[in-house]
């Protein structure tokens, strides 16, 4: 094995820790933006009544970021059905004591649970 001269070996361990910082602010970062997120967006739950036309979407994995015409902005965690399907200028709807969401679309309704 040859041997590693000693500006060689603190070339190493410098880049060793660069990489180890910009991982772990990365990892701070992300953590921080997905606190953001949620306090923009809070989790939709079963308490939870809502209705409107929605404006926006961000889908993330199996979840759905939604602003409605009423500027109400909800999280729901949903199966890939609904992320799939609903997109701007649907009308939602969430009635209280629910766990289904109507979803209206050229006068069809659609239920998700």
Known sequence: MADISP???KFRFVLGVICVIVFV???VFST???NEKSKEFPRLDVDTQISG???SVEKERSWIRLTLDSR???AIYSPAE??????EGDFLEKRIDSDSI???RESQI???R
């Open 110 to 112: 659609y239920s998700f």
């Open 32 to 34: 921080y933006e997905a």
């Open 72 to 74: 109400t902005k909800r």
């Open 25 to 27: 602010a990365m990892i």
């Open 82 to 87: 609904l992320v799939n399907f609903v997109k």
């Open 53 to 55: 036309t929605v404006t």
């Open 7 to 9: 500006l060689e070996l």
């Open 102 to 104: 109507f979803i209206t």
